[in-house]
């Protein structure tokens, strides 16, 4: 599944980041803000997996919500 190979791949491309501004302090806030917002953004595609997986109805909700 593509969004599992996204999650994999990630986390040492964000250390890869880390690291090449480890002497930037400012760089260095940046990163982490990053990946605070990296972390929240799985969290809920998490909950919207989960709850399309545990209820059909989620979905079609989802979108009549939301459609144009």
Do not use: C
Not at 13 to 31: C, G, H, P, W, Y
């Amino acid at each position: 599944m593509p969004y599992n190979i996204a999650v994999e791949s990630i986390v040492p491309k964000i250390n890869t980041l880390d690291s090449l501004v480890a002497e930037n302090e400012d760089q260095r806030m940046r990163v982490d803000t990053l990946q605070n917002l990296i972390d929240y953004q799985f969290i809920l595609i998490d909950r919207i997996l989960y709850n399309t997986a545990s209820s059909s109805l989620y979905l079609d909700t989802y979108e009549n919500k939301y459609a144009p």
